[in-house]
């Protein structure tokens, strides 16, 4: 059974950092990974991708702030935000998809106060 857990929110101010990770159980080789965020009230949308190969693709929001990576020794892939805002207040999800299935991580708070 394919299992995601992420790690690492929390509380910060704006300008600071935090690091997300997402720990992966049943990954196979060839697949996408990402980082999508919820805010209250809002749709979910794309934070990051990365591919298995490396390619990453970023929302345009988040460019130049936020990075994206992946130790597939490790099946983890990370997120780390610099400078905060508190526009990225929401919850974070770490996703998924291989063999044209899509799974989710149970989501973690991320607050970003001014």
């Known amino acids: 059974q394919v299992q995601l857990v992420e790690s690492g929110g929390g509380l910060v101010q704006a300008g600071g950092s935090l690091r997300l990770s997402c720990a992966v159980r049943r990954i196979l080789r060839f697949n996408v990974m990402g980082w999508y965020r919820q805010a209250s009230g809002k749709q979910r949308e794309l934070v990051a991708s990365?591919?298995?190969?490396?390619?990453?693709n970023y929302a345009d929001s988040v460019k130049g702030r936020f990075t994206i990576s992946r130790d597939n020794a490790k099946n983890m892939v990370f997120l780390q935000m610099n400078r905060l805002k508190p526009e990225d207040t929401a919850v974070y999800y770490c996703?998924?998809?291989?063999?044209?299935?899509?799974?989710w991580g149970q989501g973690t708070q991320v607050t970003v106060s001014s």
């Open positions: 996703h998924l998809v291989q063999n044209l299935m899509n799974y």
């Open positions: 990365i591919i298995s190969g490396g390619s990453t």
